[in-house]
Antibody, heavy 118, light 112 residues
Framework: QLQLQESGPGLVKPSETLSLTCTVS??????????WGWIRQPPGKGLEWIGS???????YNNPSLKSRVTISVDTSKSQFSLRLTSVTAADTAVYHC??????????WGQGTLVTVSS | QSALTQPASVSGSPGQSITISCTGT?????????VSWYQHHPGKAPKLIIY???NRPSGVSNRFSGSKSGNTASLTISGLQAEDEADFYC????????????FGGGTKLTVL
C-alpha cells in the first residue's frame, strides 16, 4: 500500500521560506502517468492545489502562487519537496502531499500544519 | 485559477438522498471525464470516493454515485447515514494555463 508522509517545520516566520518534503513508501515514485503534488487547506477554507511534479522533473504550478513555488523531486530518495518563498499569514494551512493522475488524487498524505507567525 | 463551484452546505435526514453539484467550465469539468469526489472528515486525509465522473474505488459504498452533464458534475449520496456527515470536494483535470488540478470550494454535509 502506497504511503506518503510529509515532514518539515511546523512554524515559519513571515517573509521566510516554507520547506516541506514528502517521502513516498510502498511504491515507486517513478510511475508512468502519476504526478506528485502539494495541496493545502487554510483553516476554515477549502482545498487548494499548489503544484505538482512528474518524476522526470516537469513541474506545474498554481498560477496564483507560481512565482513563489518551487517543487523538486529526488527519485533516489523517493522524495519530492516544496519550497514556498516570502510567506505570510495567508500561507498558514495544513499541507498535504499527494499522488494524482488525470487531475484525480488517488493517495494523500495525512497532512502537516504549517503556521506562519513571528 | 478559479475554483469549481459547489454549494456551501447541504443537509438531509437519515435514509434520504442528497445531491451535491460541482460547476466548472469547458476547460475542466465539461471538457474531460476526469472528475473526482473526496470525502473529508476533519483531521483526516481526504478520501477518494468517486473518480472518472462515476467510478467508485474498491471499498467505497455503492450509496455514493457520480454523474455529469455539460459543465456540471454531481455527487449523489443515497440512504444517508450519520457517518456520512463530512466535507465533500470535487476536483477536475484542467487544461487551463499550465495547471493540472482544480478543486471545488467544498460542501459541508449535515445529517440531521
Amino acid at each position: 500500500q502506497l504511503q506518503l508522509q510529509e515532514s518539515g517545520p511546523g512554524l515559519v516566520k513571515p517573509s521566510e521560506t516554507l520547506s516541506l518534503t514528502c517521502t513516498v513508501s510502498g511504491g515507486s515514485i517513478i510511475s508512468s502517468g502519476d504526478y506528485w503534488g502539494w495541496i493545502r487547506q487554510p483553516p476554515g477554507k477549502g482545498l487548494e492545489w499548489i503544484g505538482s511534479i512528474y518524476y522526470g522533473g516537469n513541474t506545474y504550478n498554481n498560477p496564483s502562487l507560481k512565482s513563489r513555488v518551487t517543487i523538486s523531486v529526488d527519485t533516489s530518495k523517493s522524495q519530492f519537496s516544496l519550497r514556498l518563498t516570502s510567506v505570510t499569514a495567508a500561507d498558514t494551512a495544513v499541507y498535504h502531499c499527494a499522488r494524482h493522475r488525470n487531475g484525480q488524487v488517488t493517495y494523500w498524505g495525512q497532512g502537516t500544519l504549517v503556521t506562519v507567525s513571528s | 485559477q478559479s475554483a469549481l463551484t459547489q454549494p456551501a452546505s447541504v443537509s438531509g435526514s437519515p435514509g434520504q438522498s442528497i445531491t451535491i453539484s460541482c460547476t466548472g467550465t469547458s476547460s475542466d469539468v465539461g471538457g474531460y471525464n476526469y472528475v473526482s469526489w473526496y470525502q473529508h472528515h476533519p483531521g483526516k486525509a481526504p478520501k477518494l470516493i468517486i473518480y472518472d465522473v462515476n467510478n467508485r474505488p474498491s471499498g467505497v459504498s455503492n450509496r455514493f454515485s457520480g454523474s455529469k452533464s455539460g459543465n456540471t458534475a454531481s455527487l449523489t449520496i443515497s440512504g444517508l447515514q450519520a457517518e456520512d456527515e463530512a466535507d465533500f470536494y470535487c476536483s477536475s483535470f484542467t487544461s487551463s494555463s499550465s495547471t493540472l488540478v482544480v478543486f471545488g470550494g467544498g460542501t459541508k454535509l449535515t445529517v440531521l
